[in-house]
């Protein structure tokens, strides 16, 4: 059982888009879009907004993306109106870097807080490749990329599902600089293409089986 996201837009064409997209990333997450009038014009509709997390709640919980002020407060109001309104929480995110990092977590099994973190600092700096300071002692490998589109959208979305709930500190290095390896969106920010050389280091008790997953993910060429 996976925690559920409700994407709330004024387009019916935006929502099921950025839902789609998020999707992609996240098989096995229920993404529902709630996206424009009921006549097709743009707009929230409350109504929609409650129909699509009602069907969305599986018993995981609910997080809910907005894109404008006022979907916010249809989104806000729909959760109100919910039996548990503690069942779904409305997340102040970046809709499309949100969506995708609140699905990503929810497919590692992540519990809803822990899915509506990961959306909401989806447009923090912090999210993008830095200037990598020196690792220390870790457990390392290097690869270079032979998959087609490196450490893209959905690859970069693997590679986060690989060592989702492992207790590692997974970090991916690209020359100067370095991404968290649990963040699509930070590994995304390195740019990485087929033929760079990446360097992964791993520290904890898991470091080992973090380095063993994404050898074997980029041995298969993150399975495309």
Do not use: C, W
């Not at 907004?49 to 919980?61: E, P």
């Not at 609910?62 to 779904?88: F, H, R």
């Not at 963040?183 to 995304?188: D, G, H, R, T």
């Amino acid at each position: 059982m996976r925690v559920s996201l409700v994407i709330v837009a004024h387009s019916r064409q935006l929502a099921e888009g950025v839902a789609e997209l998020a999707g992609q990333m996240a098989p096995d997450v229920t993404l529902l879009a709630a996206g424009g009038l009921p006549g097709g014009g743009i707009g929230t509709d409350f109504d929609l907004t409650v129909a699509a997390v009602q069907r969305a709640d599986v018993g995981a919980g609910v997080v809910l993306l907005y894109d404008l002020g006022s979907a916010q407060m249809t989104a806000e109001l729909a959760v109100e109106s919910l039996p548990d309104p503690g069942a779904a929480v409305v997340v102040d995110a970046p809709l499309v870097e949100g969506a995708v990092a609140a699905a990503v977590a929810a497919q590692g099994g992540a519990d809803r807080a822990a899915v509506a973190e990961a959306a909401a600092s989806a447009g923090a700096p912090a999210e993008l490749g830095q200037p990598a300071p020196e690792m220390g002692a870790a457990q390392r490998t290097r690869l270079t990329l032979q998959n087609e589109i490196g450490l893209h959208a959905r690859p970069a979305a693997l590679l986060v599902r690989s060592i989702a709930g492992l207790d590692a500190d997974v970090r991916i290095r690209l020359g100067t600089e370095e991404a968290d390896g649990h963040s699509v969106l930070a590994l995304m920010s390195l740019s990485a293409r087929k033929g760079d050389l990446i360097e992964i280091a791993a520290t904890g008790p898991q470091a080992d089986e973090a380095i063993h997953r994404i050898e074997a993910l980029a041995a298969r060429n993150f399975d495309e």
